[in-house]
């Protein structure tokens, strides 16, 4: 049976057992998530009386300091002084992995049979601390203490009709304890001839799998369920299991020896060591008393059985199979469809699925997928939670280039620091094949004219100049033929400036784009414009010159930022006179669409600078521009190119934060790629979307040309419909000890980190629970919920630490945009320190996203909690202090509103019914006030001038018009989309109507899609049917 562990929940002791306490270390966080459903600290307590300690909201975890209680935002800082807690045994099944799992519904019914206890919540809001038991004989469900007779604090299996996940009945809905129970937790036993309901919470949600999957088959089979499980299970997993066995077993002898078994056992789970089957197979003999090394077929099987079964899996299974120990194809066609998002499921589909995925001949045969098949097809790359459309370019690439985000690389030639670090040409290998789309190029003159590349004024070694520029004619375009920018950094003499000439003109021949810009042009060309084209960035010769050489300023990074004027065109404000060098003519005409120019300030660069220039920005100069000027910041890069490089002062080739300046659209942001870490994570995991091709599309509020964008915003962006992203970290498998780690051996105290990253309304981060001296396999089943209010630009960011005394230490991670993310139940391959895959090491997840398409059922959709209408949030227009124009947008508050009120009131079908029927005359009005004050554009500045308006006001009118014009865009679109999901929800309930011929239309029977059409009557909302729970009085309760 199962083993005992901790509850990490605040239980009070039981009637005849009492909590005791537990040496060892303890956690410090304050959490209710799934798997602890809050503490009530009396036996029977009232709602007006509960302790609402560590009764937080399901998603609620956090790291509290010991003298302030402010919660810490790190997982790195610890907490030394641990106090000791009262800890409750409960049933679970992951924490001590020597013992045997519950990996069976025979696992569960013997748990059952042995008990565990569970809280009975009633509609009063008082909760009730009972022991729960099967009888032995499987025909009752008894509970003690109980004020009842014994004979009577039963219920017969047979009364019982349905057993309810979740909070789904009135009892719960309606408990003043609603918020404070976890979902995972919960399950009612409907019963008798009334439909009465016993609703039940579960320590945790491993219990709660327990007894749900324990009573479904007893409520299915009776008396003969452990002879059905026994012969059902065993028939597909015995015999593919037995086919190998004999496989192997080349002498005939009916054994193995101990290596071979240990070695077929690895090759089916190739996560598992040697010494851990090793070692369960001599406790197996041992307990047999068996003398010799030899392994039977039984033995193979009851070993492979107790190592190879994920508990967590299992219960999936048995959740979609309706009771059985396999799916069949009608079972496997509704998980493709309601959990994984697959769209145009068929039977032919599941029918490929296990004709791929499932091991046993039997099982094929008779189109069945077992568990092994199904744990198979779960770890495949089908369930992978990158999308594989983002593993191509799937974005549109006939942009300017300035509307991408650029894979940009800092002092590409270094491998380590870039003060005393060494130079090598595996730093431009690495960065592209990376898909790096911007490399670094130092130049400095050389021995024997040969310009070498080297960061100057250090220490760092060089390399020479040509043998890069091979490297680069060699490595271009491997990963992408997207256009590569080559950051020329020229420090070299006017000799060796003619050799770097005469070896880019060789070497790249053709390949350099030479094709000036056309003063006709607003933007730069597309990526696509510029495939298989490498652009070089460096200063540039006026056209006037006619000379074979002139002067200019010198690019280096530290003095391209020396001498700059404030940013609203004040003083100048002078650091140090930029230096002067000569210039190359030749050199000079290699550059064609990424002219180097120093930045003013913004009003000089929207008045004077053309589409082909580009600005390069030290780090805490563009941080200032982020935080004092981030809509005119988000403005000016709609049009140009801009640069931003580390920090000088980084001689340690740190990263900076590259969302800083990707919420603000800087598109080349340059990345120490020697240095991992965080920083580079994330540069990673963003690039990895659109084929890793090293170009991303932006935000298109960020692209268009008339939108409104704040970067610092911290609350939802006009426009975009915020979403909430539902994450429930399962388990993980395989966690290796942390590289140079030896403090406790090789024990693992693993936990999870979700981060999300993005602009600032949405940066946030929870963590789950610690499992003790568990890396193999631990269970962590809790969930996590997180809104997401611009998507395009969010990442997720998943992080494994091992929990230790002194400091935490890192596991694993992957990082992911947002947009990537694959619905449903998904397993995720954990990346090191330095980016390489970590070996069979996996995080096992459920993923749901709200307001799209796909991803299982989300435990919180919030349509019983809608605002109502007095305080609904309305978008609202800004006075532009123009009569003309405030007298147009003041014609949309109407609109808005009704498209708020449709939106927003979406929750059955009757309302979506009056959505259908409006929306396309709501959202032609709002279309027509955008129409109308999109005239007035061009003269804006001048009718403003008009009304007197200047500087500050002046600037404040034309930001409020932007901003109007992204609010009855962004309305608009969303009432589109509103529209659009009504369809597709109303088509689903159609279809599902059908299948239970429950559609009064007959089969035939369609959902209009038709704009002028009515949704058919045989779509109207079925009223929830009332179970017939009777409250019982006090004196009654058993």
């Not at 909430?724 to 403090?743: D, E």
Request: charged share 25%; with cysteine.
């Amino acid at each position: 049976m199962a083993e005992f562990t901790e509850n990490c929940g605040l239980l009070s002791p039981t009637a005849g057992e009492k909590a005791g306490e537990e040496d060892g270390k303890t956690q410090r966080e304050v959490s209710v998530s799934n798997g602890d459903c809050g503490g009530l600290s009396a036996d029977v307590v009232g709602s007006a009386g509960a302790d609402r300690q560590g009764l937080e909201a399901a998603t609620t975890s956090v790291v509290l300091d010991p003298k302030s209680g402010i919660p810490r935002r790190t997982s790195i800082i610890k907490d030394g002084s641990r106090q000791r807690k009262e800890r409750k045994k409960t049933v679970s099944f992951s924490s001590m992995p020597t013992e045997k799992k519950i990996s069976s519904a025979s696992d569960c019914i013997n748990a059952m049979v042995d008990g565990s206890e569970l809280r009975k919540v009633r509609s009063n809001s008082r909760v009730y601390h009972r022991y729960f038991l099967l009888d032995a004989d499987m025909q009752s469900l008894r509970w003690e203490p109980s004020k009842k007779e014994s004979d009577k604090a039963k219920i017969d299996v047979k009364s019982i009709k349905e057993v309810r996940t979740g909070k789904n009945t009135d009892t719960f809905r309606t408990n003043g304890i609603y918020d404070q129970i976890s979902e995972d937790c919960a399950f009612s036993v409907i019963y008798g001839e009334t439909y009465e309901s016993l609703d039940l919470v579960a320590n945790t949600a491993d219990v709660a799998n327990i007894w749900v999957t324990g009573l479904r088959y007893l409520i299915s089979y009776g008396k003969l369920t452990l002879n059905m499980i026994e012969s059902t299970q065993n028939s597909l997993r015995s015999s593919w299991l037995g086919d190998l066995f004999d496989e192997d077993d080349v002498s005939g002898n009916k054994s193995l020896s101990l290596c071979a078994a240990v070695q077929s056992i690895k090759k089916l789970n190739p996560g598992l060591k040697n010494v851990k089957i090793e070692l369960k197979l001599k406790e197996l003999h041992k307990a047999k008393d068996k003398m010799g090394c030899d392994v039977t077929k039984e033995e193979f099987i009851e070993v492979y059985h107790d190592l190879c079964t994920r508990p967590e899996i299992y219960f999936l299974l048995v959740q979609f199979s309706s009771n059985k120990e396999f799916l069949d194809s009608k079972d496997l066609m509704i998980f493709l469809e309601a959990e994984q998002g697959m769209a145009q499921v068929s039977e032919e589909t599941s029918l490929e699925v296990i004709k791929q995925y499932e091991p046993s001949k039997e099982g094929q045969l008779k189109a069945c997928l077992s568990l092994d098949g199904f744990t198979n097809y779960l770890m495949s790359n089908d369930c992978h939670i990158f999308d594989p459309e983002q593993k191509t370019v799937c974005q549109d690439m006939n942009q300017p280039i300035s509307h991408y985000y650029i894979n940009s690389s800092h002092n590409t030639y270094l491998i380590e620091d870039q003060f005393r670090g060494p130079s090598d040409i595996t730093g431009y290998i690495r960065a592209l094949k990376m898909g790096c789309r911007s490399v670094e190029l130092d130049v400095w003159d050389g021995p024997d004219n040969e310009p070498v590349i080297y960061t100057g004024h250090t220490m760092t070694s060089h390399i020479v100049f040509r043998s890069v520029i091979d490297i680069i004619n060699k490595y271009a375009f491997v990963a992408s033929e997207f256009p590569l920018i080559l950051c020329l950094e020229n420090h070299c003499s006017l000799k060796q400036q003619r050799v770097m000439f005469q070896h880019l003109k060789k070497i790249l021949g053709d390949k350099i784009h030479s094709d000036p810009p056309r003063p006709e042009d607003n933007y730069l060309p597309s990526p696509n414009d510029l495939k298989g084209k490498i652009l070089l960035k460096g200063k540039k010769l006026p056209n006037t010159c006619n000379s074979s050489e002139g002067e200019v300023t010198d690019e280096d990074e530290g003095a391209e930022m020396s001498q700059h004027m404030s940013i609203d065109g004040g003083e100048q404000q002078t650091v140090a006179q930029p230096k002067k060098f000569q210039l190359s003519k030749d050199l000079s005409d290699l550059v064609t669409l990424c002219k180097s120019i120093q930045f003013k300030d913004f009003p000089t660069a929207f008045q004077n600078q053309k589409h082909w220039e580009l600005c390069s920005f030290n780090e805490v100069f563009a941080s200032r521009c982020t935080t004092d000027y981030p809509g005119e910041f988000v403005n000016y890069n709609k049009k140009f190119l801009t640069r931003v490089y580390p920090s000088p002062m980084r001689i340690d080739s740190s990263n900076m934060n590259p969302q800083d300046f990707w919420k603000c659209g800087c598109q080349i942001v340059a990345m120490n790629y020697q240095t991992p870490g965080l920083m580079m994570d994330l540069n990673i995991g963003w690039f990895r979307q659109n084929g890793n091709c090293g170009y991303v599309l932006r935000p298109a509020i960020m692209r268009e040309q008339v939108s409104y964008f704040s970067a610092n915003t911290k609350d939802s962006v006009p426009g975009v419909s915020p979403q909430l992203l539902h994450i429930k970290i399962i388990s993980g498998q395989n966690f290796p000890k942390p590289k140079g780690s030896g403090a406790k051996g090789d024990v693992v105290d693993p936990y999870v980190y979700v981060e999300i990253h993005g602009i600032p309304a949405d940066c946030a981060e929870q963590r789950t629970k610690t499992v003790n001296q568990n890396g193999d396999n631990p269970l962590f089943d809790e969930s996590f919920e997180f809104q997401i209010n611009l998507p395009e630009l969010a990442m997720v960011r998943f992080v494994v630490l091992d929990d230790d005394y002194i400091g935490d230490e890192f596991i694993g991670q992957y990082t992911i945009p947002f947009e990537c993310l694959q619905p449903g139940f998904r397993h995720i391959p954990l990346q090191s320190l330095t980016g390489e895959l970590l070996p069979h090491a996996w995080l096992f997840v459920h993923v749901a996203i709200t307001n799209r398409r796909g991803g299982g059922k989300p435990h919180k959709r919030g349509l019983s909690v809608r605002k109502g209408k007095r305080n609904r949030e309305y978008a609202s227009m800004r006075i532009l202090l123009i009569k003309a124009l405030d007298e147009v947008f003041k014609t949309a508050t109407q609109p808005l509103r009704e498209a708020t009120d449709l939106r927003e009131n979406m929750q059955m079908i009757q309302t979506s019914r009056t959505l259908l029927e409006n929306s396309e005359s709501v959202y032609e009005r709002i279309l027509q006030v955008q129409k109308a004050a999109m005239e007035f554009h061009e003269n804006l500045h001048d009718m403003a001038v008009k009304e007197g308006l200047k500087g500050r006001k002046l600037h404040k009118s034309v930001e409020s018009f932007t901003w109007n014009i992204t609010i009855l865009k962004g309305q608009a679109d969303l009432l589109k989309h509103a529209r659009a999901e009504v369809l597709e929800n109303l088509k689903q309930v159609h279809y599902a109507a059908l299948t239970c011929n429950l559609a009064k239309g007959g089969p035939s029977t369609t959902p209009s899609t038709g704009s002028d059409s009515r949704p058919r009557r045989s779509l109207e909302a079925i009223p929830e049917k009332a179970v017939g729970e009777e409250d019982i009085s006090d004196e009654e309760e058993n």
